[in-house]
Nanobody, 122 residues
Framework: QIQLVESGGGLVQAGGSLRLSCAAS??????MGWFRQVPGKEREFVAA????????KYADSVKGRFTVSRDNAKNTLCLQMNSLKPEDAAVYYC?????????????????WGQGTQITVSS
């Protein structure tokens, strides 16, 4: 059974940091990524990573502040979030894909976690 389970969400002050993790089970994936969603808005791309070192993609809004990484041996995905802003508050979802190219398109992702809430206080 394929599962993606996020952890690490919570409340943080603006300017602070949080680290999200996603544990994948059932199989390995060529592409893993993070998306986020706030009520009333569409789910949006945050960051993604391929299986090769350095093969990453970021949304412009998080470049320079967020870092995506993965441990292929442990089948885990992480998102280090620094300099958090109130507009970063959302439910963050882990996603996985079998695509060969690192993608920011939500349609390219097949598997999803349940999400973890990030709240940023100003």
């Amino acid at each position: 059974q394929i599962q993606l389970v996020e952890s690490g969400g919570g409340l943080v002050q603006a300017g602070g940091s949080l680290r999200l993790s996603c544990a994948a089970s059932g199989r390995t994936f060529s592409i893993m990524g993070w998306f986020r969603q706030v009520p009333g808005k569409e789910r949006e791309f945050v960051a993604a990573i391929g299986s090769r070192l350095g093969d990453t993609k970021y949304a412009d809004s998080v470049k320079g502040r967020f870092t995506v990484s993965r441990d292929n041996a442990k089948n885990t995905l992480c998102l280090q979030m620094n300099s958090l802003k109130p507009e970063d508050a959302a439910v963050y979802y882990c996603a996985a894909s079998n695509f060969r190219v690192v993608s920011g398109d939500i349609k390219d992702y097949t598997y999803w976690g349940q999400g973890t809430q990030i709240t940023v206080s100003s």
